[in-house]
């Protein structure tokens, strides 16, 4: 799990991170699963990802907050 910090906007409405996402539950497929949303009460956006491979989840929750962080720059 990682919460990414962003100042203003809705970066999960981006083009840029739906596609991120979308490639991130393809690659999970069926052995994992993946939760990405808006906190309620702060301004973060939380990356959760569960599988049995580390290094997916690892990579998975990587790619997903980077595109967020450029999301919300």
Do not use: H, Y
């Amino acid at each position: 799990m990682e919460n990414v910090r962003f100042a203003s906007g809705k970066p999960l409405e981006t083009d840029a991170v739906k596609a991120v996402i979308a490639a991130a539950q393809e690659k999970l497929g069926t052995t994992g699963r993946l939760v990405v949303r808006a906190s309620g009460t702060e301004p973060l956006i939380r990356v959760m990802v569960e599988a049995d491979d580390e290094k997916l989840v690892s990579s998975v929750v990587k790619e997903i907050s980077s595109a967020v962080k450029k999301a919300a720059a």
